[in-house]
């Protein structure tokens, strides 16, 4: 007899949606080792390289040959609130907010920690959180965990958000209205400057997800709020260390009365075992290091900006403006079958699609990192191209 969940595997594997784990050996410059090839790695977060920077890695690691091991401990061994607190986290928490120019920060131990523990925490009965309906799966996570009303508005559908708020906003105490900055699956934008006209007319919070936005946009890579001059309009400002910043962690950028407020009733906070030592040192570390990272930041853009140009030259479906690229091809099995051809090509690329995605919208993610160079993506429109017998239509 197969179980219910045999049969639940069975039914995503008949669809091309059954997903396993591959392990992969880092090599340097983008590119990964796997089954004794070298493949340029097209599906990482690894934005600036940090990941694969040995020299930067040595450096940090220096301060342990010089004897501050209490600096790379490995493990809190204990919740914040108890004894698992150190000042390495004040000190990083001091970095962001001086960095951010906030009044306070609160580290948490990942973006999804953050996402469901932030929003359940500040908005129950008598509020309504409005969400953009492509938000992270964190975010509906979090919607779902608070007892707030909450409602999505099509994907930077901005009209229909102030419909909601005329219809809405009256019936209730507090209202938020969330949304990422960079969207992960297209790799387009929020417009942010938008959201704070409108969260100011309506008298309503704004929530901003900088989550792919860290470390590549703005004057210090502070994020898209920065590159708009628009940090302190941004009420809970939310980065993480899981993706530009080659780490783990995140943080909220918020009022002093907020921070403690979430020190005492976000349970993601509370009941979870800090960051060790070694992550939080590495995290303030890698911090001060990307502030300074313009130049790698600037040639990000421009590569991706040449890819994605040169995909609509070839009439491949792509969207959005930055260094995340899509790639439409619709259906869950003829991904799964690309994503292995141009693996045989040498291009890491792995299928993304439902539920992580919208359905009939599988795609290619080709997220672009400050370590590749265009000779190594070169002779990626030609084989996309190939590959789809020039199926696509312009986006």
């Not at 973006?111 to 309906?133: E, Q």
């Amino acid at each position: 007899m197969i179980s219910r969940y045999g049969k639940k595997l069975q039914m995503l594997e008949s669809k091309g949606r059954l997903r396993s784990l591959h392990p992969f050996e880092k090599s340097s410059s983008g590119k990964v080792e796997h089954n004794g090839r070298t493949l340029l790695n097209l599906s990482s977060n690894d934005y600036l390289g940090l990941g694969q920077d040995i020299v930067l890695r040595k450096r940090f690691y220096q301060g342990l040959e010089d004897g501050s091991s209490e600096f790379f401990g490995l493990a809190a061994a204990s919740s914040r609130l108890l004894t698992g607190d150190s000042p390495l986290a004040h000190d990083l928490e001091h970095d962001l907010a001086a960095a951010y120019n906030a009044e306070a920060v609160l580290l948490f131990n990942s973006g999804y920690h953050a996402n469901i523990g932030i929003l359940p925490a500040l908005y129950g009965k008598g509020d309504l959180i409005l969400s953009d309906k492509l938000n992270h799966a964190s975010i509906h996570d979090g919607l779902g965990l608070s007892r707030a009303e909450h409602k999505r508005f099509s994907h930077c559908d901005y009209d229909q958000l102030e419909s909601l708020l005329n219809k809405y906003r009256n019936r209730f105490d507090q209202v938020v209205i969330v949304s990422e900055s960079v969207f992960s699956m297209d790799g387009d934008v929020a417009d942010i400057t938008r959201l704070v006209e409108i969260k100011k007319e309506f008298h309503a919070k704004l929530y901003l997800d900088e989550a792919h936005g860290v470390g590549l946009y703005g004057e210090n890579g502070l994020g898209m709020a920065e590159e708009l001059g628009l940090i302190q309009e941004i009420d809970f400002l939310v980065g993480t260390f899981g993706k530009a910043l080659a780490s783990i962690g995140a943080f909220i950028c918020c009022s002093r009365e907020i921070r403690d407020y979430l020190i005492n009733h976000s349970r993601s906070f509370i009941f979870t075992t800090g960051l060790p030592p070694v992550t939080l040192n590495w995290n303030r570390f890698v911090f001060q290091h990307m502030l300074g990272m313009k130049e790698q930041r600037q040639h990000l853009k421009n590569i991706s900006s040449r890819l994605r140009l040169a995909l609509i030259e070839k009439k491949i479906k792509t969207g959005g403006s930055t260094n995340i690229v899509p790639v439409l091809i619709g259906e869950d099995s003829a991904a799964v079958a690309q994503a292995k051809a141009m693996q045989d090509n040498g291009f890491l690329i792995l299928p993304v699609r439902p539920p992580s995605i919208p359905e009939g919208t599988a795609r290619f993610r080709l997220s672009l990192c400050a370590n590749m160079q265009w000779q190594d993506l070169q002779e990626l429109p030609g084989l996309l191209d190939a590959l789809t017998d020039g199926a696509h239509g312009e986006k």
